[in-house]
């Protein structure tokens, strides 16, 4: 079954202004719109190439951010660096597994899975995929809201460093693993923003000649 976008009508929308305009309206203008005159394109110029880049950057950042330490602590006894997963252990061997299961969820798995699930929609666009095209769009829009989430070990850092420091016999720091860490998280949001999900639909759309400014 063949599925009607607005590729295939010719119609596409400015994003500055909003107006709906027809391509063959504006063949006239260079592809402007005729109301704001800012250039008109169908899909997000270069989607794909800098989605790639900005992922390929944050599957290498992943490694350091969970290798290298995420927060230093020291007192007049003693000091240790913890690594993201290091924390964790150390979580639920208090007790806390609560705490433990959120910040490994938040921290460990759910960086691990944007960036698979990304990864996974920009394969499925580059060689056409036509199946399950809905459920593909589903997962773009959930790891779109639960993006921020991952940043959980960079605020508790940071309330760690506010509150402690402000005692006298305790000192917390940031790890280079919590620069890392926040690139993760920066870099797939700003995958996923550049990525533009109406290309999964474009492999189930009739053929339609596409018209981009000279």
């Known amino acids: 079954m063949s599925i009607v976008t607005a590729r295939t009508?010719?119609?596409v929308g400015c994003t500055h202004c909003g107006k709906v305009c027809?391509?063959?309206d504006v063949m006239g203008t260079d592809g402007?719109?005729?109301?704001?005159?800012?250039?008109l394109h169908r899909r997000r110029p270069h989607s794909l190439m800098m989605s790639w880049a900005l992922l390929?950057?944050?599957?290498?950042l992943y490694i350091p951010?969970?290798?290298?330490?995420?927060?230093?602590?020291?007192?007049?006894f003693d000091g240790r660096s913890d690594t993201i997963l290091s924390g964790v252990v150390v979580l639920w061997?208090?007790?806390?597994?609560?705490?433990?299961?959120?910040v490994f969820v938040a921290s460990v798995m759910v960086p691990l899975l944007k960036i698979g699930v990304l990864a996974g929609l920009l394969l499925s666009v580059q060689l056409g995929a036509r199946g399950r095209q809905m459920e593909r769009a589903r997962l773009f829009r959930m790891i779109e809201r639960i993006g921020h989430w991952s940043m959980l070990d960079i605020f508790v850092v940071a309330l760690l460093v506010a509150l402690v420091n402000f005692q006298s016999y305790a000192q917390v720091q940031a790890g280079p693993g919590a620069a890392a860490?926040?690139?993760v998280v920066i870099l797939t949001m700003l995958s996923a923003m550049c990525f533009d999900p109406r290309l999964i639909w474009d492999a189930g759309?009739?053929?339609?000649?596409?018209?981009?400014?000279s």
């Open 9 to 11: 009508l010719r119609i």
């Open 22 to 24: 027809r391509m063959d």
């Open 32 to 39: 402007h719109c005729p109301r704001c005159g800012a250039t």
């Open 56 to 60: 390929v950057a944050a599957a290498v």
């Open 65 to 76: 951010a969970n290798l290298l330490p995420i927060m230093k602590t020291s007192t007049f």
């Open 93 to 102: 061997q208090e007790g806390a597994w609560d705490l433990a299961v959120i």
């Open 181 to 183: 860490f926040g690139g």
């Open 205 to 213: 759309a009739p053929d339609a000649r596409e018209m981009e400014p």
